[in-house]
């Protein structure tokens, strides 16, 4: 089946358009995903035998202490089972194989998948993969209007390809700004979990500072800086105290950045 576009308005009331990803590029992102947890789940397994193997000359399926072989089944199937959830949540919707191929799952209203839609369609995975070999799952994706499998109707979820923000000819003034002040989004490290935690209110906020930043007078902008560190740096883990005016504006100008990739989309 050919890849559709798909226009989807958001509970902020803005319009996007996406490709929806189809059987092809979604097999060929779980078929690197399957080759990198089988190559895993070979090493775990030649690690174990070598360590077993070095602590007694009998084959260690002949050994009578099996608490080496339980622990290396729980952690494979810790692995095989977490791999999925952990990555389409902690990576904004991305596997390895998904990030190599250009995928990503996302929210049916255009926002990035959450923790419990993750848990959900990779706890269905296992219906979709029955009878065997994903048929169920394949059968679904290709006659299903929006190439959804079981695990994506249950979760509310569409597995798109990734949307790259046009550069713009002419750099708008805060990003001129930023590029001026030799400040960028790595200048700041800040962990998944938190970035989950920064709601669409506290990037409304951000983006409007940002958006306001260069319009402002100097005593402006300082008071407006100091009224946002004080809502915002709290829930990064920052304190606003010991921070000059321009240590505040870097560090809020490189949230921006940070969260204008989980936010923004291309119109």
């Known amino acids: 089946m050919?890849?559709?576009q798909m226009d989807i308005k958001t509970?902020?009331?803005?319009?996007?358009?996406f490709q929806v990803a189809g059987l092809g590029s979604r097999s060929a992102a779980f078929l690197i995903d399957l080759l990198?947890?089988?190559?895993?789940?070979?090493?775990?397994?030649?690690i174990v035998l070598l360590i077993m193997n070095g602590t007694s000359p009998i084959p260690f399926f002949m050994f009578e202490n099996t608490i080496p072989l339980a622990i290396m089944i729980i952690v494979l199937s810790i692995l095989n089972?977490?791999?999925?959830?952990?990555?389409?949540?902690?990576?904004?919707?991305?596997?390895?194989?998904?990030?190599?191929?250009?995928?990503?799952?996302?929210?049916?209203n255009g926002h990035s998948i959450t923790l419990l839609s993750s848990f959900i369609r990779n706890l269905i995975r296992i219906?979709?993969?029955?009878?065997?070999?994903?048929?169920?799952?394949?059968?679904?994706?290709?006659?299903?209007s929006k190439h959804k499998r079981l695990g994506d109707v249950v979760a509310g979820t569409i597995v798109v390809h990734e949307r790259k923000m046009k550069r713009k000819k002419k750099l708008s003034a805060i990003e001129k700004e930023i590029q001026n002040r030799g400040i960028s989004k790595d200048d700041f490290i800040i962990d998944d979990?938190?970035?989950?935690?920064?709601?669409?209110?506290?990037?409304?906020?951000?983006?409007?500072?940002?958006?306001?930043?260069?319009?402002?007078?100097?005593?402006?902008?300082n008071q407006l800086t100091k009224q946002i560190a004080d809502i915002l740096f709290p829930k990064i883990g920052l304190e606003v105290a010991g921070n000059n005016e321009a240590d505040l504006e870097n560090t809020l100008l490189v949230l921006y950045l940070i969260l204008r990739d989980e936010w923004e989309f291309e119109m």
């Open 2 to 4: 050919n890849q559709e």
């Open 11 to 17: 509970p902020e009331y803005v319009s996007l358009q």
């Open 36 to 46: 990198l947890l089988t190559i895993v789940n070979i090493l775990i397994f030649l």
């Open 81 to 108: 089972g977490g791999y999925f959830f952990a990555f389409e949540f902690f990576s904004g919707g991305r596997t390895i194989g998904k990030k190599l191929i250009g995928i990503r799952v996302i929210q049916e």
């Open 127 to 144: 219906i979709d993969s029955l009878p065997t070999a994903y048929f169920l799952g394949i059968i679904m994706i290709f006659f299903h």
């Open 193 to 221: 979990w938190t970035i989950k935690s920064l709601g669409n209110k506290d990037w409304k906020l951000v983006s409007t500072y940002a958006s306001r930043f260069t319009q402002l007078s100097l005593e402006e902008r």
